[in-house]
């Protein structure tokens, strides 16, 4: 009996794991949504982060904005076809500081309050949905303080499945060989930080990283890799889009699986280059994405938004 038990339960591990390759692999095959671009709505910008309010409404930072604080853009979007149907700028609210590199924003619904993370000064403000600065701000550690310039605290998001704030450095640390992905309880106390492998990057002429975090309200943390080669020509440049799935709760050493890649491409017949650097969850499985066009580059440049349909949960953990 214990033979045929044992036997079966192999047998049903078996099958569970071809379903989840199954899975993964319909996922990874899908083609992205179109991505959509709205030049008459939208100011040309370095969107770097996204995170939605609710009603429509989203707060995005742009990493090269005059002043510290963000933008607010209400997006109408077909719940069916999950493409935006309209975009409206309804401003920047600034907090009056300087500029310091904005590149990630959280919001949490508990004290309807917004986060951001600068790489310039490697500090996590809070803000008031106005754009004040509330006075608070995440206790970073000290050894995030050894960030190398432009790779600092890249990205931020909050996890109302755990309840708590996650934010990491775009490269590992000097003298770190992985990634350490802070994070922050609801009463702004650090408590814990997890290990994270970056992707080697294709060859060494492609610039890479980690540009987003985010939290899928389910127990899940997105982690957005990318890689972008930028040629002198510009023609020809590419970025390599990479999802992974991690679980914070599990271990210390984050076991990642990805769920999405995808390529994008500057060519004489098409100006579809995107650098995604901004990622909110609409839903455990819908996404919506901002790249950074460095303010239209050239006029070649767009500010693409995209929307992705990511599984809702793994089958095999």
């Known amino acids: 009996m214990t033979t045929s038990s044992n036997t079966s339960h192999t047998s049903i591990r078996k099958q569970l794991w071809v379903l989840a390759w199954l899975v993964s692999i319909l996922f990874l095959a899908q083609p992205a949504v179109a991505q959509q671009c709205f030049p008459k709505q939208i100011p040309p ?3 770097s982060g996204i995170c939605t309010l609710g009603g429509g409404l989203y707060a995005v930072v742009d990493d090269k904005a005059k002043e510290d604080g963000f933008y607010i853009f209400h997006l109408s979007i077909d719940t069916l076809s999950h493409r935006i149907l309209a975009a409206e700028n309804r401003g920047y609210r600034s907090s ?5 590199d904005m590149e990630g924003i959280c919001f949490c619904p508990a004290t309807r309050t917004l986060f951001i993370s600068g790489e310039a000064d490697n ?4 803000y008031s949905l106005g754009g004040e600065r509330t006075g608070r701000r995440l206790p970073i550690p000290a050894i995030f303080k050894k960030a ?20 990491t450095t775009e490269r590992p640390l000097p003298g770190d060989s992985l990634l350490r992905i802070q994070a922050f309880d609801n009463d702004l106390r650090s408590t814990r930080q997890y290990l994270y492998r ?7 002429k492609y610039y890479y990283g980690v540009s987003e975090l985010c939290a899928t309200g389910d127990g899940r943390l997105l982690v957005l890799e990318r890689q972008v080669h930028v040629t002198k020509m510009r023609l020809n440049s590419q970025s390599i889009m990479r999802i992974y799935e991690v679980y914070p709760a599990d271990n210390t050493f984050l ?8 390529s994008t491409k500057l060519t004489l017949t098409g100006f579809n280059f995107a650098n995604y650097e901004g990622m909110c969850a609409l839903s455990p499985q819908q996404f919506l ?5 460095q303010n239209q580059l050239k ?8 929307q992705l349909t990511l599984p809702s949960q793994s089958v095999i953990r």
């Open 198 to 204: 970056l992707d080697k990057p294709k060859t060494s």
């Open 96 to 100: 009056g500081h300087a500029n310091r």
């Open 255 to 262: 076991n990642k699986r990805l769920v999405k890649e995808w």
């Open 123 to 126: 500090e996590v403000y809070e």
């Open 299 to 306: 006029g070649v440049l767009r500010d693409w938004f995209l």
């Open 148 to 167: 190398r310039k432009n790779l600092g605290l890249e990205a931020l998001t909050y996890d109302t499945f755990s309840q708590q704030f996650l934010t």
């Open 289 to 293: 994405l901002i790249a950074d066009s």
């Open 45 to 47: 910008g370095n969107y």
